[in-house]
C-alpha cells in the first residue's frame, strides 16, 4: 500500500516531494469484474472482522496466510506480520480496490524509481509494467518474486532497494543544481 501512498503524496502534495520509489506496485487495481469482487470481499471481510473477537481473528491469521509464510519469512518478518490488526488491513485493501492514478501518472515530474517483482502474486506484474513505463524517465528494476520479496528474498531484494534509492537521489541532486532537466 506504500506505493499507493507515495503517488497520491506526489498528487496531493508535489512541492514537498523530490523522488519516489517504488515497489510491487500499480496506477490501479481493478480491471475485471472478477477483481471488482475479490476488492468488494475484503470489505466485507472488513466488516464481519469487526464484530469477531480478536481471538478468533488471530487463529484464523495463523492458520490461513502466517502459517504459510513462517517457511520462507524470517521470524522477526513473520512477527511484524502477526501484530498488524487485520481488519484494519482488510479495510485499506479494499479501499485500493477505488484507487486509479492512470489519469495523471505519466505527470509526475520527480525522479523516480519502480522496482517490479516480476512473480507477484498480489499485484499483477504487468499492470507494475505500465506504472513503470508510464512515468518519464523512471529507473526500472526488476526481481524474479512475489509480493513479499522484501522479507522473504531480502539478500537480493534490499541491494536492489539500495541501489534504486540512490539513484533517486542522485538525480534529485543534479535536478536541485542544474535545474529542471530530467
Known amino acids: ?11 496531493r502534495h508535489e512541492q514537498r ?10 496506477a490501479h ?18 466488516a464481519i472482522a469487526r464484530f469477531t473477537p480478536k481471538s478468533v481473528r488471530e487463529a484464523i491469521s495463523d492458520r490461513i496466510y502466517l502459517s504459510r509464510k513462517t517457511m520462507t519469512w524470517e ?8 501484530d498488524h ?3 484494519q488491513i482488510l479495510e485499506a485493501g479494499a479501499a485500493l480496490g477505488r484507487y486509479d492514478a492512470r489519469s495523471w501518472l505519466e505527470n509526475i515530474d520527480v525522479p523516480t ?6 512473480d507477484d502474486h498480489v499485484v499483477d506484474p504487468d499492470r507494475q509494467k505500465i506504472l513503470a513505463t508510464t512515468i518519464r524517465n523512471a529507473h526500472v528494476y526488476q526481481i524474479a518474486a512475489d509480493h513479499d520479496a522484501v522479507f522473504a528474498r531480502s539478500h537480493e531484494f534490499v541491494p536492489m532497494l539500495v541501489e ?17 532537466t530530467l
Open 85 to 87: 490488526e487485520w481488519r
Open 29 to 46: 487495481f481493478i480491471t475485471s469484474k472478477q477483481e471488482r469482487t475479490a476488492f468488494n470481499v475484503l470489505a466485507g471481510l472488513g
Open 1 to 11: 500500500m506504500g506505493g499507493t501512498v507515495a503517488q497520491l503524496m506526489w498528487k
Open 113 to 118: 524509481s519502480v522496482i517490479m517483482t516480476t
Open 75 to 82: 521470524p522477526w518478518a513473520t512477527q511484524q506480520v502477526a
Open 17 to 26: 516531494v523530490r523522488g519516489l520509489v517504488l515497489a510491487a506496485t500499480a
Open 164 to 180: 534504486a534509492c540512490l539513484a533517486v537521489h542522485n538525480d534529485a541532486l543534479r535536478k536541485a543544481t542544474q535545474g529542471d
